[in-house]
């Protein structure tokens, strides 16, 4: 069993940042190959909004190429996500994901509301 536990989700208004952080730990040995972050709006569709593997291949939902950074801590089993230049339709729960040789795992979310 591996637990994903996110932090930095919050308030900011519109043209503001947050950096998300998701760190995994399990009593069992385990490696991580992917790792990403999910979001779901509301009354919208749960989206990927980018992930890392473990060699530092990134991929970036369109919407937020150029102002979203995602970056990973191999030591630490951490994923990160820099969000600059926010926009209130990008508020929404931001889920971390991660795909380890022990099985797929879900952290419960942290929500980011943008206001305008």
């Known amino acids: 069993q591996v637990q994903l536990v996110e932090s930095g989700g919050g308030l900011v208004q519109a043209g503001g940042s947050l950096r998300l952080s998701c760190a995994a730990a399990s009593g069992s040995i385990f490696s991580i190959s992917t790792m990403g972050w999910y979001r779901q709006a509301p009354g919208k569709q749960r989206e990927l909004v980018g992930s890392?593997?473990?060699?530092?291949?990134?991929n970036y939902a369109d919407s937020v190429k150029g102002r979203f950074t995602i970056s990973r801590d191999n030591a630490k089993n951490t994923v990160y996500l820099q969000m600059n230049s926010l926009k209130s339709e990008e508020t929404a729960v931001y889920t971390c994901?991660?795909?380890?040789?022990?099985?797929?795992?879900w952290g419960k979310g942290t929500l980011v509301t943008v206001s305008s």
């Open positions: 890392i593997t473990r060699g530092g291949s990134t």
């Open positions: 994901y991660a795909a380890t040789t022990i099985g797929d795992y």
